[in-house]
């Protein structure tokens, strides 16, 4: 199921279908796509969908030189080739590239994963406030200056225009909105959310939403982009107000404020949603079944991607040691919801 909500992800963003069905989900089944992801599914070996569940930083897959990055043929045909990698994320270095630099090397890595596996890779840039990795990319002002505007039209067209741009440097996913609420002035990333409202930050997030995907998740539009709202959820409220840090949230404040912006954010459209770095009353974020899976994918019958934020498997070994290994933390990780 897992590689199958991946799957969806891919052909979602790079294909247009139309014919639908009804479901009892927030986002109606198109048949027809579906299909398409039951008849690859059938043909994966157990090799390849290890290897769609698996990210890699550009960085391993090159270097930069004189500011431009150059792709490793032999390092992207082992990870690809050999590995079956299925997604890559992140600006060389990291250092914005031209437009055209960023169609070579998402092409090449695009050409190299059909011709090995015959699935497209997804890939990921943090386009937060703008084509901030593109030279030359449209800059906006961070989400707290457009929160309070007031005017979620403002976050529309920031992420429309950033779809554009975005896509057309050959990018087809960013990690974005972040619909965090900044209620605490200590922690570090206040100005990548839209406020303190959980209200506020679910208009905004929403709008934002539908401006980079479009009005019909189902059929992505050439000029516009997968969303990944993040970080999902309290991530904002951790107890010492720094980064990656543990949260005491009571049950009824998780659910009525933490909880309401993905949810509006989800029945706007979006495909895929980053989890919480952190702890929520004890339990790492990553190994919780009844925040990732219950809230998220049955109550809401939701089956895009969830996807993890950076190391976060891995810390459930190595900061959380509620793993004995890393084997155990991705058993873990993948059994409580993620992708």
Known sequence: MTVKRIINILILVTTATCSMQAAASVRKKDVRTEQKIEKVLSKMTLDEKIGQMTELSIDVLGSVVNGEFQLNKDKLHEAIGKFKVGSVLNAPGPVAQSREKWQEIIGEI?????????????????????????????????????????????????????????????????????????????????????????????????????????????????????????HYMGYSMARTGKDRTPAYIPISELREKCFAPFKECVEAGALTIMVNSGSINGVPVHANYDLLTQWLKEDLKWDGMLVTDWADINNLYTREHIAADKKEAIQIAINAGID
């Open 110 to 230: 695009q050409s190299v994963s059909m011709k090995e596996i015959g699935i497209p890779c997804i890939y990921g840039l943090d386009q937060n406030h703008g084509t901030t990795y593109t030279l030359d990319g449209t800059f906006f002002p961070q989400n707290i200056n457009v929160g309070a505007s007031f005017n979620p039209q403002l976050a529309y067209e920031a992420a429309r225009i950033t779809a554009y741009e975005t896509r057309a440097s050959n990018c087809p996913w960013t990690y974005s909105p972040t619909v965090d609420m900044a209620r605490d002035p200590r922690w570090p990333r206040v100005w990548e959310n839209y406020g303190e409202d959980c209200l506020v930050n679910s208009i905004m997030g929403s709008f934002a939403v539908r401006g980079f995907q479009g009005d019909d998740p189902n059929n992505i539009p050439a000029d516009r982009i997968a969303t990944s709202v993040k």
